[in-house]
């Protein structure tokens, strides 16, 4: 085999190793929505490995809905659990979808209004 592409295929084994050891692990690893259905309150309850950025985004299902403003609820959090109340009685009865964006990543949730 040429040097060359020796050199080249060893550095891309190389990298694909460190990438994949180097990627962060998921920082949720549990997310509770209570009650359900909800009525008056919600309480988004979840726990973080590690510390990131969180947001919060609410949607009417199909269609966005007044609040869905990530800067609704955005802040840097620590490892462990933390919650986030909605005050949502008067919100229509109908079925929400909630982007707990963790890092960036999307965690999708349904909610169902009573």
């Known amino acids: 085999m040429n040097p060359i592409r ?3 295929a060893l550095a891309a084994a190389a990298c694909l190793s460190a990438c ?3 990627a962060p692990e998921p920082a949720v690893s ?3 929505v209570y009650p359900r259905p909800f009525n008056g309150t919600v309480r988004i309850s979840f726990r973080l490995d590690r510390s990131a950025d ?6 009417a299902s199909p269609l966005p809905c007044g609040w869905s403003d990530p800067q609704r609820y955005a802040q840097r ?3 462990g659990w933390h919650d986030i109340q909605i005050g949502c009685s008067d ?3 109908g079925l929400y979808e909630a982007d707990l964006l ?6 999708r949730l349904q909610l169902l209004s009573n």
């Open 20 to 22: 994949s050891w180097l």
């Open 54 to 59: 969180v947001a919060l985004r609410l949607y």
């Open 6 to 8: 020796l050199l080249a």
């Open 30 to 32: 549990e997310v509770q």
């Open 77 to 79: 959090l620590d490892a």
């Open 102 to 107: 963790v890092d960036g990543a999307p965690y």
């Open 91 to 93: 919100f229509p009865r």
